[in-house]
T-cell receptor, first 110, second 118 residues
Framework: SQKIEQNSEALNIQEGKTATLTCNYTNYSPAYLQWYRQDPGRGPVFLLLIRENEKEKRKERLKVTFDTTLKQSLFHITASQPADSATYLC?????????FGAGTRLTVKP | GAVVSQHPSRVICKSGTSVKIECRSLDFQATTMFWYRQFPKQSLMLMAT?????????EQGVEKDKFLINHASLTLSTLTVTSAHPEDSSFYIC??????????????FGAGTRLSVL
């Protein structure tokens, strides 16, 4: 069966460090992969989309990589700030809709 | 742009009553909207895909008579939880994919509705 796994339920890091979150998938061949941010009691907000033919994508302090051989995406936040504390979800396209991982709750401590 | 409004944000109801949740795309037309359910510390679970002008497509295990979806216009989809029971208590979130003029394949989410059934 198809699975999306985000390796850590929670990740705590110190302000200024780089946070690295992992998304692994099995039995999928997604054309693209997305990352979303979700704050408590709110709906997810889109951050980045990376296509299967792209290795890396950047947006300000965010960087996403996509390795279709390893079936893995890494999501990096550089120079992390307490305001980056949230749950981050990866999502893969399946037919015409998206399937989400369980998310990683990131806490950036001052 | 691409704002999705969801209402109400919170509802508390008695067991056996029905609850309607609205999802509106404010500045774009959405032929397709999605309804998700999320339990604490768990992922978004797709319940159904709502298509304007036609019947919704439900995921396996989701009772269509329990969760009624109506997508009557290009900017509004509603989810009605009929005869709600405490086990229906959850966080319900809608999303929509805009058409022309927006980046393809990105879902824009509402703020969610916290349903508590007593």
């Amino acid at each position: 069966s198809q699975k999306i796994e985000q390796n850590s339920e929670a990740l705590n890091i110190q302000e200024g460090k780089t946070a690295t979150l992992t998304c692994n998938y099995t039995n999928y061949s997604p054309a693209y992969l997305q990352w979303y941010r979700q704050d408590p009691g709110r709906g997810p907000v889109f951050l980045l989309l990376i296509r299967e033919n792209e290795k890396e994508k950047r947006k300000e302090r965010l960087k996403v990589t996509f390795d279709t051989t390893l079936k893995q995406s890494l999501f990096h936040i550089t120079a992390s700030q307490p305001a980056d504390s949230a749950t981050y979800l990866c999502a893969l396209a399946l037919n015409n809709d998206m399937r989400f991982g369980a998310g990683t709750r990131l806490t950036v401590k001052p | 742009g691409a704002v999705v409004s969801q209402h109400p944000s919170r509802v508390i109801c008695k067991s056996g009553t029905s609850v309607k949740i609205e999802c509106r795309s404010l500045d774009f037309q959405a032929t397709t909207m999605f309804w998700y359910r999320q339990f604490p510390k768990q992922s978004l679970m797709l319940m159904a895909t709502s298509n304007e002008g036609s019947k919704a497509t439900y995921e396996q295990g989701v009772e269509k008579d329990k969760f009624l979806i109506n997508h009557a216009s290009l900017t509004l989809s509603t989810l009605t939880v009929t005869s709600a029971h405490p086990e229906d208590s959850s966080f319900y979130i809608c999303s929509a994919i805009p058409g022309q003029g927006f980046v393809k394949n990105i879902q824009y989410f509402g703020a969610g509705t916290r349903l508590s059934v007593l």
